[in-house]
């Protein structure tokens, strides 16, 4: 039996010893929550509490057992509810850092029921269990300095919630004047105000600010200039020496055993780090050379700083060209008798022709036993296996990364399936491309070529031996999506939640937690894709859309989010969409409700969760319904946007309040889909100057991109260079091009900004995640936009072709449904703008051969009396 399966047996053994010992008396409850699944425990006749202090007990993988033992005598006495994770691989996971740092070490959690509670449960809880190897936790108050007991207020349940301005759902808690206030995971454990900690706390030591500080490792003398990245357990830091004046990179780990035993610690890992770049550093260039290294409380690695530009940033053809060096680089790696273990692009740096790996806190020596766990994506099936370090799993590494050199898409964000991304690469012309990562991602590592053979192998690829999109796709056949959009409409049903009658659709995303409401996350955004796309497919969905509009109706505006996105607006428009299709009334009233209140909300500007989604909802509404009172309402928003209207550096943005902001420029939070709100208001009502202003800020945002040439994408804020993905809708190219045709529309006045857009669009490859906000599905709604206009219509037409097929390739198996992965390649939720219901969505709209984006007033319209007309069930019910 190996050390770990030891571990494995002893850990389930001490949970069953625990429950045994606490009797029949407490309850057992066991739920998943994402990764992680919990083994929660309560006393019968437990007090039924919201709130109050929850103490938090670090626990390392290899103590897990030993402290549930330990603890569990305590725990009876004490009778406090408390939780633990049910699987050793659950601890490990928490303490690696995977749920968030705001979790790390917390792997026991009480919860007593008043302040004289917790203070006993501390006290006892610190006396049996003093000390851990596990990480500190970071967000609680400690006992005392390294404690492994610490301390933190907050929500016990998530029964108290607010709504932020972003439409971000928080659980919450209630200050002793019975405010309530978002329950926030701070670093240093400091409660809300108002509320005293039971006894006195100590802030956890945490990553302090370095710049201007001086440091020693070893007989090297540094100052530190500034941190340049840092995770859950490390930090990378810009560093001089103090004698020369030669800048170096050091690396710095915080105490603690993240994973299991055999990985190490924290100066173990850094002096493993060391000894690589020791004996691989400075030969051929291909590595940073070791400096100096120092163990203690915070593990330090001084090393080589590597100027140049990292492959992952560099334009498609300089990655394809440089991929032969990378590949030398790592031959030399290997030929030092070393593993890297984290082999991508965003660790090879780029040196005039040559290529550096950097990073190489997960190094083995080939041979030992792996330590550390890569890149998901990246790491080949037997690493699964607990097997040996080999060179083989690199080559693995680097396949994956030439799909990412060839494509510019992160192969991270893709579903798991073997062949998979060889598969994407000849779907887009890309077969000798595909054919090497074929093999360097062959299933048996025997079968990979070597890292030299791999040099020879990427050579023979040209530059341009990446995806050329000449494939035989033809126009959607609606024959063949039928079975797709059918898949998800049934789907719907998996996650669907009864309310009295009423019905809502939990989420498996980042607000699981949470009944949700709005368009991009919740029922609205499903209530609105089942409309379009159930009745494209003659699905009975009547009871959903009325079920999930009675529940709507039936909760308050009050306390929600504005925008069309996130907030009262897009529920207003479901709403409305709802009663058209329905034949009924009923929900005028709610409706109306809703867009008055996202009218009179001025915490927010933008199209998400702003007034100008207020904007676009108004016109939208007035659209579907064809009544102008929404437009009274779009007024309101109007004037606040016009309040707070400036120009800088020629750009127009919208800020809120005197102190500003992050000016963003894109889709989803700024200037573009301003202004497309701006075009879409003035082509419904006839507003000049709206249109006006409309059409000169898209002109200056282009302007702006046209003369950088920049083929990263827009950038994201004024004041910074950082881009999203060209084909994304929040904040890419694809969501400017979105915000041109879906604001003031085709214009002659916009003709050269438009074939700018399509130009910078059309070579990308039809590879994404599959949804609306950054995929897929809103790069499909686009095209079909694009192909209204007939000097773009032959290329659109080529590119719905690849994108719908694509679309129905990348489909998963989840439940005896084939439905598609959320943005996370983890996630399956049934939401519109980041779930499976928008490429159902999407595909109904390119089978349809609609040039309308999904939300414009006229198309909910024309699927509201589509699905009404072919309604089933018979008499109206007057729902």
């Given at each position: 039996m190996s050390g770990r399966t030891a571990l494995l047996h002893d850990y389930e053994e001490a949970l069953s010893f625990l429950c045994e010992q606490l009797g029949d008396d407490w309850t057992v409850r066991r739920w998943r929550d994402g990764n992680c699944c919990w083994q929660f425990h309560a006393p019968s006749a437990a007090a039924d509490v919201a709130q109050g202090w929850k103490v938090h007990v670090a626990v390392a993988v290899g103590e897990a057992a030993i402290f549930a033992r330990t603890l569990t005598p305590l725990l009876a006495e004490l009778r406090v509810?408390?939780?633990?994770?049910?699987?050793?691989?659950?601890?490990?996971?928490?303490?690696?850092?995977?749920?968030?740092?705001?979790?790390?070490?917390?792997?026991?959690?009480?919860?007593?029921?008043?302040?004289?509670?917790?203070?006993?449960a501390i006290h006892a809880v610190d006396r049996l269990w003093p000390a851990s190897a596990a990480p500190a936790i970071r967000t609680s108050l400690h006992v005392r300095p390294g404690s492994a007991v610490a301390f933190?207020?907050?929500?016990?349940?998530?029964?108290?919630?607010?709504?932020?301005?972003?439409?971000?759902?928080?659980a919450a808690v209630r200050l002793p004047g019975g405010h309530l206030v978002a329950d926030e995971r701070i670093i240093g454990g400091k409660p809300p105000a108002g509320i005293e900690p039971p006894l006195p706390g100590f802030a956890p030591d945490g990553w302090d600010d370095v710049a201007g500080k001086q440091m020693a490792i070893g007989d090297l003398r540094l100052v530190?200039?500034?941190?340049?990245?840092?995770?859950?357990?490390?930090?990378?830091?810009?560093?001089?020496?103090?004698?020369?004046?030669?800048?170096?990179?050091?690396?710095?780990?915080?105490?603690?055993?993240?994973?299991?035993?055999?990985?190490?610690?924290?100066?173990e890992r850094i002096a493993r780090e060391f000894?690589?770049?020791?004996?691989?550093?400075?030969?051929?260039?291909?590595?940073?050379?070791?400096?100096?290294?120092?163990?203690?409380?915070?593990?330090?690695?001084?090393?080589?700083?590597?100027?140049?530009?990292?492959?992952?940033?560099?334009?498609?053809?300089?990655?394809?060209?440089?991929?032969p060096s990378m590949a030398r680089a790592l031959a030399e790696v290997h030929r030092c008798g070393w593993v890297h273990g984290d082999v991508k692009l965003e660790n090879a740096i780029a040196r005039d022709e040559s290529v550096a790996l950097i990073d190489f806190e997960l190094a083995e020596r080939a041979g030992s036993r792996i330590s550390g766990r890569g890149t998901d994506a990246y790491m080949p099936p037997e690493a699964a296996k607990d097997v040996h370090a080999h060179p083989a799993q690199d080559i693995y590494a680097l396949g994956v990364s030439l799909f990412h050199a060839a494509t510019g898409f992160p192969p991270g964000l893709?579903?798991?399936?073997?062949?998979?991304?060889?598969?994407?690469?000849r779907r887009e012309g890309a077969g000798r491309a595909a054919d090497v990562v074929e093999r360097m991602t062959a299933d048996d590592p025997m079968e990979r070529p070597s890292a030299e053979t791999s040099i020879d192998l990427l050579a023979a690829l040209s530059e341009d031996a990446v995806p050329s999109g000449e494939t035989s796709d033809a126009s959607p056949d609606a024959s063949r999506l039928r079975p797709a959009i059918e898949a998800a409409v049934a789907a719907t049903a998996d996650f669907r939640m009864e309310d009295r009658g009423a019905r809502y659709w939990r989420n498996t995303h980042f607000q699981r937690h949470f009944e949700c409401e709005a368009i991009n996350i919740g029922?609205?955004?499903?209530?609105?894709?089942?409309?379009?796309?159930?009745?494209?497919?003659?699905?009975?969905?009547?009871?959903?859309?009325?079920?999930?509009?009675?529940?709507?109706?039936?909760?308050?505006?009050?306390?929600?989010?504005?925008g069309l996105f996130t907030g009262n607006a897009g529920v207003a428009l479901a709403l409305a969409a709802a009663g058209r299709a329905l034949g009924t009334d009923k929900y005028s009233a709610a409706s109306r409700a809703r867009l008055a209140a996202a009218a009179a909300d001025d915490r927010e500007l933008d199209l998400f969760s702003g007034s100008a989604g207020t904007l676009f909802a108004a016109a939208a509404m007035s659209e579907l319904i064809e009544e102008d009172w929404p437009l009274d309402l779009g007024r309101v928003a109007m004037r606040r946007l016009e309040d707070c209207r400036t120009t800088v550096d020629g750009l127009t943005v919208w800020r809120a309040g005197e102190g500003g902001g992050s000016d963003f420029l894109g889709c989803a939070h700024g200037s573009a889909g301003i202004a497309a709100a701006l075009g879409y208001w003035a082509r419904r009502t006839g507003d000049h100057d709206a249109a006006a202003l409309s059409v000169a800020t898209l002109k200056a945002l282009a302007r702006r991109e046209m003369d950088a040439a920049n083929e990263q994408g827009m950038r994201m804020r004024l004041d910074s260079d950082q881009c999203h993905a060209p084909g994304n809708w929040c904040h890419g190219t694809a969501g400017f091009l979105w915000s041109l045709l879906a604001g003031p529309g085709a214009d002659y006045e916009l003709t050269e900004e438009i074939d700018w857009a399509v130009a910078s669009l059309a070579e990308l490859p039809a590879i994404a995640t599959p949804i609306y906000c950054h995929g897929l599905a809103g790069q499909l709604e686009l095209w079909q936009m694009v192909s209204a206009m007939e000097r773009h219509r032959t290329l659109a037409v080529g590119k719905i072709g690849r994108l719908a097929a694509n679309l129905d390739f990348?489909?998963?198996?989840?439940?005896?449904?084939?439905?598609?992965?959320s943005d996370d390649p983890s996630i399956v939720t049934p939401d519109l703008w980041v779930g499976f219901m928008g490429p159902a969505a999407a595909l109904t709209l390119a089978v349809q051969d609609e040039k309308r984006t999904l939300l414009d007033g006229g198309l909910l319209r024309d699927a509201a009396d589509r699905w009404g007309r072919g309604r089933r069930g018979g008499t109206d019910d007057g729902r």
């Open positions: 509810p408390f939780k633990l994770p049910a699987s050793l691989d659950a601890i490990a996971a928490i303490n690696a850092g995977e749920g968030g740092a705001e979790q790390v070490g917390k792997i026991a959690t009480l919860y007593p029921a008043d302040d004289a509670c917790a203070r006993e933190r207020f907050g929500a016990f349940d998530s029964r108290s919630r607010i709504v932020d301005s972003r439409g971000i759902i928080h530190l200039l500034g941190e340049i990245k840092q995770t859950v357990h490390s930090r990378l830091l810009f560093a001089a020496d103090r004698d020369s004046g030669a800048t170096l990179i050091v690396r710095q780990r915080a105490p603690g055993e993240t994973r299991y035993p055999d990985d190490g610690s924290a100066e000894h690589a770049l020791k004996e691989i550093g400075g030969k051929q260039g291909c590595a940073p050379r070791a400096i100096a290294w120092c163990g203690g409380g915070m593990a330090s690695l001084a090393m080589e700083d590597v100027e140049g530009s990292l492959l992952s940033e560099l334009p498609r053809p300089m990655r394809m060209r440089l991929m893709l579903a798991p399936r073997p062949g998979l991304l060889a598969d994407l690469l029922a609205a955004g499903i209530l609105i894709g089942l409309l379009v796309a159930g009745g494209a497919v003659d699905a009975d969905c009547r009871d959903d859309i009325a079920g999930a509009a009675d529940w709507l109706a039936a909760r308050p505006a009050e306390g929600q989010a504005a990348m489909r998963i198996g989840k439940g005896g449904r084939d439905v598609w992965i």
